[in-house]
């Protein structure tokens, strides 16, 4: 029983500055873990949202897949892609990963029979 009483009263003298220096470092890990991983990624999932949102008619895009096309329609969701001539493909707007440009939506062609 006595050498139960020793050890309790060995540890107690130190009990704050110990408790302080094992919480520091968790507390710093924490800090530093938020600022080099959680708020660039939280900086970098606004832009991409900022990017779907600003997709409209006539972009030139490249997709996920690495797809290019032009963008020909629009729905809440998902975007109508021109391909080539004669080919569109409906998809979701989250496979968009980047907006080449602004191109202007074709005039209508004329033949050069009149």
């Known amino acids: 029983m006595e050498l139960s009483n020793l050890i309790f009263l060995q ?7 110990s408790i302080l220096s094992s919480i520091v470092p968790f ?24 990017l ?8 030139k895009i490249i997709t996920a ?11 809440e969701s998902s975007i109508l892609v021109k391909i080539s001539d004669n080919v569109k ?3 979701e707007r989250s496979a968009v990963t980047t907006i080449i440009g602004v191109t202007d939506v ?4 004329k033949s050069l029979l009149g």
């Open 11 to 17: 540890q107690a003298p130190g009990g704050i500055e």
């Open 27 to 50: 507390l710093l890990i924490i800090f530093i873990f938020y600022f080099l991983i959680l708020r660039p990624q939280q900086k970098r999932q606004k832009e991409r949202a900022k």
């Open 52 to 59: 779907l949102e600003s997709i409209k008619k006539g972009d």
């Open 65 to 75: 897949g690495g797809i290019h096309g032009l963008v020909e329609g629009l729905d």
């Open 89 to 91: 493909v409906k998809m």
């Open 106 to 109: 074709e005039p209508e062609k």
